[in-house]
């Protein structure tokens, strides 16, 4: 299958061309500016996609510039569809990656695709923006969209937390500093998460949203000491107040039964088996066989 992927060159990306490629399917790599809809159209009418996977967007929640979230999540993906629009022959399955920071502070976990949206951030807001504008092209394109929790693997910024204590590891540093180390959160595998999106372009329904999940928190505590497990190594840990956020959800995790239900148990490498790749690609020395 012909694939057009939208930031190939991003964290995400870079995994997912390599999935798509065991797979069999071709991967075209859109390299135009989404806020440029006339280069956007060029590319699109050039690629002639079967399929779509958007995952081009600024991601990193503490971006300087709100503005930008909506140019690029927003608009950046108007000009996309309008583009897959226009073909003489849409694609058959069109990907729309989002993200469980929609939900915002949800007290309830594990939380369903029913839990009403409450974004707390640029981020959020622009990617809920852009479910609602997308649905207004589903009587011409068979889109869908993914929600993912939490997920690493290696050449994820050290801007997210398990790169920044993988780094950590990495140079033996002394000290860490962390906020609450008590907080549950989802670590998937950025490899599950792939697999999940390649499944759901066959299984998908028009109009829907999946979550990207496993239902399996854990405490940045347990990394830490899976970490140091791992590589012998163990570094002071200091709770830094700045990195502590007022009222912060203690446990927060999805529920995967609509994603199981559509393609099936998926394989999923357990958290010290992605750990160990992390630290293996960081070239731990310990990890050299």
């Not at 002639?48 to 971006?63: N, Q, T």
Request: glycine share 6%.
């Amino acid at each position: 299958m012909k694939l057009l992927l939208t930031g190939a060159h991003g964290f995400t990306g870079t995994h997912f061309i390599k999935a798509a490629y065991d797979y069999g399917h071709e991967v075209v790599a859109l390299q135009a500016d989404l806020k440029d809809p006339k280069a956007v159209r060029r590319e699109v009418v050039h690629a002639a996609p079967e399929a779509v996977v958007h995952l081009g967007a600024i991601s990193f929640v503490g971006h300087a510039d709100a503005s930008a979230f909506y140019k690029v999540n927003v608009i950046g993906t108007l000009n996309l569809l309008d583009a897959l629009a226009a073909l003489a022959q849409p694609p058959r399955s069109i990907l729309l990656a989002s993200s469980a920071n929609v939900y915002g502070n949800c007290e309830q976990s594990p939380i369903t695709e029913e839990q009403p949206p409450a974004p707390v951030n640029h981020y959020a807001m622009s990617k809920l923006a852009m479910e609602y504008m997308a649905i207004t092209y589903l009587d011409r394109l068979p889109l869908f969209f993914v929600r993912p929790f939490n997920y690493i693997g290696p050449g994820q910024p050290e801007s997210f937390i398990i790169p920044k204590l993988v780094a950590h590891f990495t140079r033996r540093a002394e000290l860490v500093e962390l906020g609450n180390i008590e907080v549950e959160r989802e670590f998937n595998d950025v490899r599950f998460v792939c697999e999940a999106y390649l499944q759901l372009l066959k299984k998908a329904e028009p109009g829907e949203v999946y979550n990207i999940c496993s239902g399996k928190p854990v405490t940045l505590k347990f990394v830490l000491d899976l970490l140091g497990q791992i590589t012998g190594y163990h570094p002071q840990v200091k709770v830094n107040l700045a990195f502590v956020r007022d009222n912060e959800i203690h446990r927060l995790c999805g529920s995967p039964a609509k994603l199981n239900s559509v393609v099936g148990n998926i394989w999923q490498p357990t958290l010290q088996e992605t750990l160990q790749w992390m630290l293996g690609a960081a070239d731990i020395p310990e990890l050299r066989s």
